[in-house]
C-alpha cells in the first residue's frame, strides 16, 4: 500500500459537519485492490492478536465485535487501515471514533477519513495503521516492540500538543457557552470569541488581566507592603541581598521558625520552611538565592498552619483547596522509597502540570525533608505514619488538593475579595496559611502569605478530595458576562461564479452601517478601505485573519471550494451562507468528480449557518435550491424569475425571498414586495443588461435585508457599487478606448462564458474574444469553452495561461480550436499562445465600435495593457445610462432565454 497524499482538516468539512478534525489519506492499495480481508491468509488472526481492542468497534451491524466481523467475513483494507488509526490513538489516549471510507474514481484507490485530536497525531496514525496493516499482510503479525513505540510516539505528540489543565478547563467553558475559541501562534495564547468581542487568556492571565497588577503580584515584598498597609494580616518579614544581611533580618523578624524564599520566584522552587537553626537558613538562603530572578531572598516568620489557595475570579471568592505537601504514609513494611514508587502508580499523576496529580521526585529538597525528620529513602515507616517529602504544598512538586470551598469563613471570604482588588487582579490565586480556613484569620493568627497572578486551576476542577469546581465556567462569565456577544456576525459566500462580486458588494453594503467590515475574496484580504494581504485568500487561513482581527465587527468571507477540500471550513458556524449557484468547474480535481459532488461540496456552508441564521439559496438552480433539505438554518431564496413556483410556494408560507421583477431589484416577505432599487440605477448591473449580476446583487441584498440592514442602506450600496478595476478587478470592467471598448472578465468555466454571453451579445459592434481556461481543468471543459465562444464571438483570439498547470504548451489550445470548429468551421480565429501577446494583438486590432472581451489569467496584467492605451484619464465608463450599442434585458427576456438559471450569477471563482 501506499499513502499517496494526506490533508488535515480542521473545521466543518465535505465529511463531516460536527466532526471538524480529520485526517483524508488518499490510499493506493496497490496489490490489495482485488484483496478483500477475508482473502488474505492469517490476516484477521494476526489483526485480533495485535489490537484485540478493536473488539469495541460497531460498525455495521451496528453492535460490540461489528468492525471486526466485517474483516472476517471480508472487507477493503482502506475500510481496515481507517480503524486502526482511531484505534491507535484512542490506546495513546486520544479518545476518538468517526471514520468513513470510499473509493475514488480512480481504481484500487481510496479516500479514508478519520478523526484527530492533535493533527500531528493524527497523521502519524495513519502511516503507522497502514505500516500495521502491511506488516500483518506480509508476515502474519505486527512485532509487539513496534506498536508500543508507536503508542509512545503518540502519546508524546499528545503531551506536546496539550493545552494544559487550566487552559483546558477555561476551554471547555467557553465551549458549553458556545463561544468559539483558537490558538493564535505565539506565547500559547488562546482567542476566545471573535473580531471586535474577542478576549485573550494564557493558562489564566487575561485580556482583562492588568500588568500593573501582575508586576506588583510578582513582588512579593511589595505586595506585603500594600496589604499590611491596608490592614490585611501578612507575615512580619523583610528582604535580604547578600548573606551578612540575613543575621539581622532574622532578629528583625522576631527570630525562628522562619520561612526564606525567593522574592521573586514560583510554583514553589526555591521556599523552604520551619527553619530553626542558623545551619538551615544558611542552607536556605543559599535555595532561595538560585531560584530569585533579582537574587534577593525574603525572610519571614513562620506561621503555623495549613496551606490553603483561595481562589478570585472577577473579585468574588469562586474557590478555596486545602493544600498538602507532597507525603508517603507508612504501612509498617515499605521503605520510604518503595512507598514513593507505590504512589507515583496512581494513574492520575503525571509529569509536569498535565495531568490532575503530579509526580514526586526525589530531588535535593526531598532528602533535606527527609533529613530534617530523621529518616532515608531506606527508612521503613510505622503503619500510618506520615513522611514529607517537600516543604511546599505546590501540587507541582507532588502536593495535594483538598476542597475546602464550603468550609471558609465569611470574613475570609471578605479579606480575599478585598485582597484581590487591593492588588487589581482579576483573577488571583491567594495564599493562606491558618490552621482553620473556618475560623477568622486574626482569630488563630492566621496569614495572606502571596498573591499569585495567573494561579493554577487544578487543585479547584479535579481536587484530591472533595467537590470539583467548576472555575472555568466563573471566568468565562467574567470575561463574557451572560447576554454579551463573544461572536461577530459571518456572512460567507460561495457558489461556482460571482462569489468575489457578490462578497465585495455584500461587505459594500455593510459598511453603509458605519461598521468595520473585514472580507476576503481571490484578490486579497481587506479591512475597510485597506488591503492586508494580496492573493487568492478565499480558504480558511484568511477567514482566521478576519476574525482573529480586533477591530472587525463583521466578516464576509468568500469560500471557495479549494479551502473547503483542502481544511475544511475556517469558521464553525455562520450567521447567514450564501450559495450563488453550482456548475461544472475543476471537476476530476481533488477527486471531486460529479456536479453533483460539487453540489455536496458547497452545501458544506450554509449547513454550518445557525439555526437562527439564514441559508440564502439560488431558486433558479436545482442543485441549490436543493441544498435546503440539509440546512438547519431558515432558508432565503433569490430568483430572476418572479414567477418562480418556489418562490411563490416559500413566501406564502411566510419565507423570504428576493426577485427581480419588472425592472426592480425587490424582497418578498409574506404578500408584501418591497422594492429596493431599479436596476437601471444599479452601475454593477450595467444599467440592467447584465443579468448576471442582478443574480449577484440579489443575493446580496437578500443576504444583507435577512441579517437586518435597513433597505436604504442597501439601496445606497447598490447605487456606489460599480464594477471597476478598483472595487471588482476582474468582474465585468468595461473600459471606453475612444474607437472601441474593451471588457475584463475573469470567466474561465463553461457556466461562466454562458453568463457573460448574455451580456456580450447584446453589444452591435464587432465582438473579439481572447479566451482560455486554466490547464487543470478536463479536456471536455476546453471542448466546451471552444463551442461555446463560437456562439458568442465574432472573431477569438485563443491564448494560454503562463501556468500551464501541467499540461504540454499548445494543448489545451488545440482543444479550444476543435470546440470552435465543432459549432463555427469557418470562424474567424488565430491561437496566440502568450496572453500578453494575445491581448496585445487584439487591442491593436480591434475594429471602430467593436468590444474586446479578455478572459485572462492574469487580470491585474491584462488592466495595466488596456491602461497603457486609455485616449483620456476616466478608465472605466459604466453605461448607466442608455448606450445605442446596448440593449437592455428584461425580465421576461432573463427567464425566456434561460438566463435565470445558466446566467444568474458573474464569473469569478
Known sequence: MRIQKTQTLRGPNYWSIRHEKLIVMRLDLEDLAERPSNQIPGFYEGLVATLPSLVEHFCSPGCRGGFLSRVQEGTMMGHIVEHVALELQTLAGMTVGFGRTRETAEAGVYLVAFEYQDEQAGRYAGRAAVRLCQSIVDTGRYPAEELAQDLADLREFALEASLGPSTENIVKAAEARGIPWMPLSTRSLIQLGYGVHQKRIQASLT?????????????????????????IPVPRGTVVYYLDELEQAIEDVGGYPLVIKPLDGNHGRGITINITTWEQAEEAYDSARQESKSQAVIVERYYRGSDHRILVVGGKVVAVAERVPAHVVGDGRSTIAELVEETNRDPRRGTGHDNVLTQIEIDRAAFQMLDRQGYTLDTILPKGTVCYLKATANLSTGGIAIDRTDEIHPENIWIAERVARIIGLDIAGIDVVTPDISRPLREVDGVIVEVN????????????????RNVGEAIIDTLFPPGTPSRIPILAVTGT?????????????FRQTGQVVGYT???????????????????????????????????????????????????SQCDIGIVLNVAADHLGIGDIDTVEDLAHLKSVLVETARPDGYAILN??????????????????????????????????????????????????KGDWTLRIEEAKNVPLTMGGRAPFMIANALAASL?????????????????TFQASANQTPGRMNLFDLGEFHALVDYAHNPHSYEALGSFIRNWKGDRIGVVGGPGDRRDEDFITLGRLSAAIFDRILIKEDDDTRGRPRGEAARLIEEGIRQIQPNMSYQIILDEAEAINYALDNAPKDSLVVILPESVSR??????????????????????????????????????GVEASVQSGS
Open 207 to 231: 485580556s482583562n488581566t492588568g500588568i500593573l497588577a501582575v508586576e506588583l503580584a510578582s513582588d512579593k515584598e511589595g505586595t506585603k507592603r500594600m496589604l499590611r498597609d491596608a490592614g
Open 453 to 468: 497572578a495567573a494561579p493554577g486551576l487544578r487543585m479547584h476542577f479535579s481536587p484530591s478530595e472533595g467537590v470539583a
Open 497 to 509: 461564479n460571482g462569489k468575489t462580486t457578490t462578497t465585495r458588494l455584500l461587505a459594500h453594503i
Open 521 to 571: 475574496t481571490t484578490d486579497g484580504i481587506y479591512l475597510g478601505d485597506y488591503m492586508v494581504e494580496k492573493g487568492d485568500t478565499t480558504g480558511p487561513q484568511s477567514a482566521q485573519v478576519i476574525l482573529q482581527d480586533p477591530t472587525v465587527e463583521v466578516a464576509v468571507l468568500e469560500t471557495a471550494r479549494g479551502g473547503i477540500l483542502r481544511s475544511g471550513l475556517g469558521f
Open 619 to 668: 431558486a433558479d438552480d436545482p442543485l441549490v435550491s436543493a441544498m435546503a433539505k440539509r440546512v438547519k438554518a431558515q432558508v432565503a431564496y433569490f430568483s430572476m424569475n418572479p414567477d418562480c413556483d418556489l418562490i411563490k410556494t416559500h413566501t406564502e408560507q411566510g419565507g423570504l425571498a428576493a426577485i427581480y421583477e419588472n425592472g426592480y431589484l425587490s424582497i418578498l
Open 703 to 719: 443576504a444583507a435585508f435577512a441579517h437586518g440592514v435597513k433597505i436604504e442602506d442597501i439601496r445606497a450600496a447598490l447605487t
Open 862 to 899: 491584462a488592466i495595466a495593457l488596456i491602461e497603457k492605451r486609455r485616449p483620456f484619464d476616466e478608465a472605466i465608463v459604466v453605461p448607466v445610462t442608455p448606450d445605442p450599442s446596448l440593449e437592455e434585458v428584461s425580465t421576461e427576456a432573463a427567464s425566456a432565454n434561460g438566463s
